[in-house]
């Protein structure tokens, strides 16, 4: 179940070293979570509410109970412990209570010893439900009659404690600014979900202690037992978890998903137990990006220098808190885009509706502001005629600049240099009209234009992120290296609890261990929770902190081996390294090798690495040194526009991005082009669409993801502007290509249509107010 | 969930007489998608995979293609490509490779969906479906088959044997729209068929009514309107094909769904109506066919 992999393919820091589970992946070899198998095992099937909002009148579980091959039916009264999980705040139930607030929300579970049996019976459980309106608009939900003004009365309570999650305020600079030209626009980012391909899954086995080992796909091992601890009832030292082979998370596996109830169901029957959500389950079944309905107002001067900038973001999270804080406090803090403003006012608010809930996601609040932000400069430049990269240049963010919570931005932070570049790469070359290639024009090979109607257009944005936890969070990792002598040769052995989610996390500590300590077998053991916090596969974080962790334990095992060798020689030697296996110094040569320093005594050290510290914002005006690191990318989409059908074909994607140090050149590159994608997808097609809190495209059917044809060439340039705060310089990639991404391909539609296009994702009948009606 | 396994064709006819509530199975690739999600659990699946005659293709007497129900898109992109080149173009849309190696033109039909991209070009050209049981078969005119979303005219002992195809006498095109550009279900789709032998012109409207139906207001006005030009070298009068178009979207009763609106899909028709009888047309006279 558990896999150790030994690696041959070698590489240092700043190699494109292979990855360790690669050829297992392209192979079909991986074990996924979904693959979990134990003999004997049974199998849990999650009853769900079909409506957004009810009341429970009664439960009854008998004819589920009377189904042959089924072991257990249980409700809210199973839950031995606090019947609440939540990753900031515990508010929504393992099973429901009285309540059910989102279409989804799990009822009771069935373990069967068939998946088919446990899926009939959960079916044949009678839920009395009392239907109650839903609460569907966020705006309307915080009780605002329009944008920052307050007066709806009579709003349905989602919770007890009203529909308001948080509201950040950002106060910097002058409240009254005046400005030449004032441009106020309003736009509104549809539901994307994090589309992973491996639906979630997991495998729970009850231990002769009482506990439970829990094997399952997640991004962050420590805050999954945490939670589960509380709702068992059971102390950590009986809840264990292991991460089993993930296919896919960004961001949708920081929320518990299976994983109460396939403990619950184990500890209830004494058997493994094991739950596999299908396509539709996995869409109900985990949070998705927020909505966001935005208004911004940017007060300029002639010359296109911003005086202000004023924003109210709304963003619906759903029926449960979530990450929901925090990402409200992204929305905020980076509202307004990485831009040095004097005066900005933003207020940035999270509801609670009875829709689906809504939590973490690649780009983690920034990606809905960025489609707003970027609209308006795109806007101001035509207003005021000028090109829209100068009036970013003219605007940008620079190290020394502050940010709109007074934070300075103490690193590199190019972001006219991005845009420069990304304004000099070469453009496609136009469509040949003589060469038709369907599969080049908007439409594919769905054959609807042969140059028909089609109208190029070009567009720029560019983006920045933070980095790492945020607002005061105790963001840590925890590493243990080992380094022994085994058969006669050095193998270091690397533990942490971070998740590798296919980003390539293992292959980052691999080239880590092999830079400090010049070994090049590097052994992972699995993750799991017998190490300490990894903390979250999330916010672009595990190479900057997990990284930062096995590069520090290193250091430790490096000092350590120093000590032993200069011990075996007799006496004290400086400026020693290790490489290849051996203690060299520059001045005497070989002091020894690891196979005869190190027989029979293995070196270990464990620490728990935290970057620097953050601060909470300041209630009022959002004023603190809250972020730790800031990325930064810019992106230049060339589309294809059929203004006649308003089908879309992404010419190019070019992309510049700074990473400080890529650890993995191929793989910062993977980010970028998936990252780009992901936000293509957004722009052009990807949304969950909900009528009165129904989700009604809860498969790939209808939930449409790019493919291989809607992927467009990309050129990548990386900068490595080192971040001297961060371990070997680097910044976090995986999250800036995703926000700079869609916001491009907007303005290169508004390019080619000359249409405002002010909603995402911008679907067909968006696209052809221009011809052809 | 009991698994039928015949290896001839009057088996499967026996097993569907005798069990008429059997699945038939052919490529899977509804069939599957719509187990796996759970939306069905019939008692039996009747595997016709086995079955050689139903994969194959030949010419009938009168010259027309008789298509086994189990032919891939595969095989007709690669086999059918000048006799058939609408549904060839169909095929070339559906789905990705994998879809394509196992999808059948039967399992389209079987299906009966709105959206079926196989439909619009079997209706321009006037296909006949050939069904069969125990008693004998039968030949249903293509434009008879479908009676309801996702239903056609099949009794439930029958199976369906083939489908049989004219050749294409003239031009033929066929145009989807999807909001990405592979691997989706159409929003809607038009195929055009030019019978220059007739002088008659077919269509067929996917995804833009209840079932796949035919513009037959169109097809008339247009096949009336080309009496004369038939034989004339150039393009057509830009009017005629305006009328033609907006007769085309008048055929349609498209609803609002999460894939598309009504109002864009009725406009989407006439474009792709105008875009591909333009297409049609110009290649009927620029490849000298008008002089045949
Ligand atoms: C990823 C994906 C993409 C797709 N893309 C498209 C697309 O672009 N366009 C499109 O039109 N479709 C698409 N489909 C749907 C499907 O591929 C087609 O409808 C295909 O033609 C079905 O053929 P099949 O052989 O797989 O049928 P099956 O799934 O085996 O059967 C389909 C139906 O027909 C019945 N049936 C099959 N054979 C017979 C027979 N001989 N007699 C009576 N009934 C029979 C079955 O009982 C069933 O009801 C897609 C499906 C998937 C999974």
């Known amino acids: ?773 | 969930m009991e698994f039928l396994t015949p290896e001839s064709w009057d088996e499967a006819l026996t097993a569907k007489a005798l069990s008429p509530d059997a699945l038939p199975l052919a490529g899977g690739t509804d069939v599957m998608v719509e187990l796996n999600l759970t939306a069905r659990r019939p008692p039996l699946l009747l595997d016709l995979t086995r079955i050689p005659e139903l994969t194959t293709w030949s010419l009938t007497d009168d010259g027309r293609i008789r298509l086994g129900a189990g032919v891939t898109y595969r095989q007709v992109i690669e086999e059918l490509n000048d006799e058939l080149p609408g549904l060839a173009m169909a095929a070339r849309t559906v789905g990705s490779p994998q879809i394509r190696n196992r999808g059948t033109v039967g399992g389209n039909l079987g299906a009966a969906s709105p959206a079926g991209d196989c439909h619009p070009p079997l209706l321009a050209v006037g296909a006949e479906v050939e069904v069969a049981s125990v008693v004998g078969s039968r030949l249903i005119p293509i434009d008879e088959f479908f009676t309801g979303v996702k239903r056609n005219a099949l009794s439930p002992e029958e199976l369906i044997a083939a489908v049989i195809v004219p050749t294409a006498r003239g031009p033929q095109q066929f145009s989807k729209i999807g909001t990405r550009n592979a691997m989706v279900i159409a929003v809607c789709s038009f195929a055009i068929a030019l019978d220059a032998h007739h002088q008659t012109v077919g269509t067929g409207i996917g995804s833009a009514a209840p079932t796949p139906i035919r513009a037959h207001g169109a097809e008339r006005m247009l096949t009336h309107a080309l009496k004369s030009l038939w034989q004339r070298r150039g393009p057509l009068p830009e009017d005629l094909v305006q009328q033609f178009a907006l007769n085309v979207a008048t055929a349609a009763k498209p609803i609002d769904d999460v894939r598309g609106t009504a109002a864009y899909r009725q406009h989407a028709l006439t474009v792709m109506a105008r875009r591909t009888l333009t297409w049609a047309w110009d290649e009927y006279w620029s490849t000298g066919e008008a002089a045949a």
């Open chain 1, 1 to 773: 179940m558990t896999t150790t992999q030994t690696i041959t393919h070698t590489g240092r820091i700043g190699d494109s070293a292979q990855r360790p589970d690669g050829t297992l992946k392209v192979t079909g070899q991986f074990a996924y979570s979904s693959d979990l198998w134990m003999d004997g095992m049974l199998w849990g099937a999650t009853l769900r509410s079909p409506h957004p909002s009810a009341r429970i009148r009664s439960v009854d579980i008998g004819p589920a109970l009377a189904v042959p091959g089924v072991h257990a039916v249980l409700t809210k009264d199973d839950v031995p412990g606090l019947n609440a999980y939540g990753l900031d705040h515990a508010d929504q139930p393992v099973l429901a209570a009285d309540v059910v607030r989102y279409q989804g929300e799990p009822v009771a579970l069935v373990a069967a010893d068939h998946p088919e049996t446990a899926r009939l019976a959960a079916e044949r459980i009678v839920v009395d439900y009392e239907p109650l309106p839903p609460v569907t608009d966020a705006m309307l939900a915080v009780g605002h009659i329009s944008w920052d003004t307050p007066g709806q009365t009579g709003v349905p309570r989602v919770h007890p404690e009203g529909n308001l999650v948080r509201h950040v305020k950002i106060r910097k600079g002058d409240p009254d600014p005046q400005a030449d030209v004032v441009i106020t626009g309003e736009y509104e980012v549809g539901m994307q979900d994090q589309a992973f391909l491996g639906p979630e899954s997991g495998l729970a086995v009850p231990a002769e202690d009482g506990g439970v080992d829990l094997y399952v796909a997640t991004q962050w091992l420590h805050v999954d037992q945490r939670q589960i601890c509380i709702a068992l009832g059971l102390g950590p030292e009986k809840v264990r978890l292991t991460l089993a082979g993930v296919g896919g998370a960004f961001g949708g596996r920081e929320d518990l998903s299976m994983h109460v109830h396939a403990c619950l169901l184990a500890l209830h029957t004494g058997k493994p137990v094991k739950i596999v959500y299908n396509r539709t389950e996995s869409f109900l079944g985990h949070v998705h990006r927020h909505p966001a309905r935005m208004r911004y107002q940017h007060g300029v001067l002639r010359d296109g220098t911003i005086v202000y900038v004023r924003a109210s973001i709304y963003l619906d999270g759903g029926a449960y808190t979530s990450s929901t804080p925090a990402v409200v406090a992204n929305a905020g803090t980076m509202g307004i885009g990485p831009y040095d403003v004097p005066n900005v006012r933003v207020d940035c608010y999270g509801a609670f509706t009875n829709n689906p809930p809504c939590g973490a996601m690649r780009g983690f609040g920034t990606v809905q502001a960025a489609f707003a932000y970027e609209a308006q400069l795109d806007r101001i430049a035509a207003e005021l005629g000028l090109d829209p990269v100068d009036i970013r240049c003219r605007n940008a963010m620079r190290e020394g600049s502050r940010m709109t919570t007074g934070q300075l931005v103490d690193s590199a932070a190019p972001v006219d240099e991005l845009l420069r570049r990304v304004q000099a790469l070469p453009l496609p070359p136009p469509v040949d009209p003589t060469q038709l290639d369907l599969r080049e024009q908007p439409g594919g090979v769905s054959n609807t234009t042969h140059g028909e109607g089609v109208r190029r257009g070009v567009g720029y944005a560019v983006a920045f992120k933070n980095v790492g936890f945020s607002e005061g969070f105790d963001d840590y990792s925890t590493a243990r290296v080992r380094l022994e002598v085994v058969g006669g040769e050095p193998v270091v052995t690397v533990h942490t609890a971070a998740a590798e989610v296919g980003q390539g996390l293992t292959t980052v500590i691999q080239q880590i261990v092999r830079t400090e300590l010049g070994v090049e077998n590097v052994v992972l053991a699995p993750a799991d929770t017998q190490i300490g916090n990894g903390g979250s596969t999330s916010a672009s974080r595990q190479t900057y902190v997990t990284g930062g962790a096995v590069k520090a334990a290193c250091e430790l095992v490096r000092g350590e081996v120093f000590d032993i060798a200069q011990t075996c020689y007799g006496r004290a030697v400086r400026d020693l390294h290790l490489v290849d296996g051996k203690v060299i110094s520059p001045a005497e040569g070989g002091i020894g090798s690891l196979a005869d320093l190190l027989i029979g005594t293995p070196v270990e050290r464990t620490i728990e690495w935290r970057h620097r510290p953050t601060y909470p914002l300041d209630p009022e005006t959002g004023r603190a040194d809250a972020h730790v690191q800031y990325a930064f990318a810019a992106h230049r989409a060339v589309v294809d526009v059929d203004t006649e059908l308003g089908l879309v074909k992404v010419v190019a994607l070019d992309c510049v991005q700074d990473v400080g140090k890529a650890i993995n050149p191929q793989a910062v590159r993977g980010q970028i082009y998936g990252g780009a994608l992901q936000g293509l997808g957004l722009a052009l097609m990807e949304e969950i669409v909900t009528t009165d809190g129904i989700v009604r495209n809860a498969s790939f059917t209808d939930y449409l993801i790019p493919t291989v044809l809607d992927a467009p060439p990309m050129q990548v340039e990386i900068l490595e502007y080192a971040d001297p705060h961060a371990p070997y310089g680097l910044r976090g990639v995986g999250e800036p290509p995703t926000i700079s991404a869609g916001p491009a391909i907007l303005a290169a539609l508004r390019n080619a249509t000359g249409l405002p296009l002010t909603r995402i994702p911008v679907r067909p009948e968006h696209l052809i107010g221009s011809v052809g009606r």
